[in-house]
Each structure stands twice: as C-alpha cells, then as structure tokens.
C-alpha cells in the first residue's frame, strides 16, 4: 500500500503514452509529489540581487560603522593622550640597566614615565620614574640608567601619564 503522499505508480502506461483520463492521473500525481517534496524538503527560493534599497541601507550601516571606529579612536587618544614603546634595554652592570623607549604625545605636553628593572623570576629589581616632554615632535627616543638591587635580565616601561 503505498503512502498518500509517496510518488504514484503507473500503472498499464508506458511512458509518455498516457491519453484521455489516466494522463490526468498522472498529471495529478506529479502535482502530488512536487507537493510532498516541497513538504518534506522546503519550498525552494529564487535567489535574487539584493534591491536598490536594501544597497543603500548596507551602504549606511557600513559608513555609520566606521564613523563610530572612528570616534572611538580619537576619543581614546583625547583621553590617553601619552603611548610608550620599549626599544631595547642594555645590562650594564649587576647594579645597572638601560632601557631605551619612545614616548608619543603631542608636542608640548609633559609626561611621567616609570621603568622597571626585572631578574629572571619577573621580580621587579629596580625602579625609576622619568620625567620627559615636552617636544617639538610627536614622538622622542630616550634612554635612562635604572640602577638594581641584583642583576636584571630585562628592563621594559611599565607606564607613562601625562603631567597635569
């Protein structure tokens, strides 16, 4: 017995050689099945371009986003106006290292650095704070002696702030 929705057998035609009644059988057959595939699978969707308006709105929400990475950027620089990079460091001595570093800040302002000095374990072994600014440049390269309590194996920046 076969399912009310499973495909129809033929039955007594050959194909193509359905006249009269029974070519409508099969008519309503196919239409049967395409119905029971359409359920069982989905109903299928022309894929289409995207309409003039929806282009525009993608358009939009694209410039709004970049706008808003935008803002962002400049208000973090407003807000931290100061960017430090460690360039190397040099052991000189067990009492002494030299950390080289440039500070970014606009031309003008001052800015507190504090510099560390760290043994193998990442123990902080010396400190120093130094004042830099202002410049004419954005960016300036400076280099400072941080003496130690054993020998380091590192110096880096650990901080810059701007002078009020």
Avoid at 130 to 146: I, L
């Amino acid at each position: 017995m076969s399912h009310p929705h499973e495909p129809s057998p033929k039955v007594g035609t050959e194909a193509g050689s359905a006249v009269g009644p029974q070519a409508g059988a099969d008519a309503a057959a196919v239409a049967a099945d395409d119905e029971y595939l359409a359920d069982r699978y989905g109903h299928g969707r022309a894929r289409g371009r995207l309409g003039a308006g929806a282009r525009v709105a993608i358009g939009v929400a694209l410039a709004a986003g970049v706008a808003v990475a935008a803002w962002f950027a400049v208000e973090q620089q407003r807000q931290d106006p100061v960017s430090f990079t460690d360039v190397g460091f040099s052991i000189v001595s067990a009492e002494q290292v030299d950390v080289t570093f440039d500070v970014s800040m606009p031309p003008g302002m001052r800015a507190t650095c504090t510099l560390v000095a760290l043994n193998p374990s990442y123990a902080q072994v010396g400190a120093l704070q130094v004042q830099v600014g202002p410049n004419e440049d954005r960016t300036a390269r400076y280099t400072a002696e941080v003496r130690t309590t054993e020998r380091a194996t590192t110096g880096v920046v650990d901080d810059c702030v701007v002078e009020p």
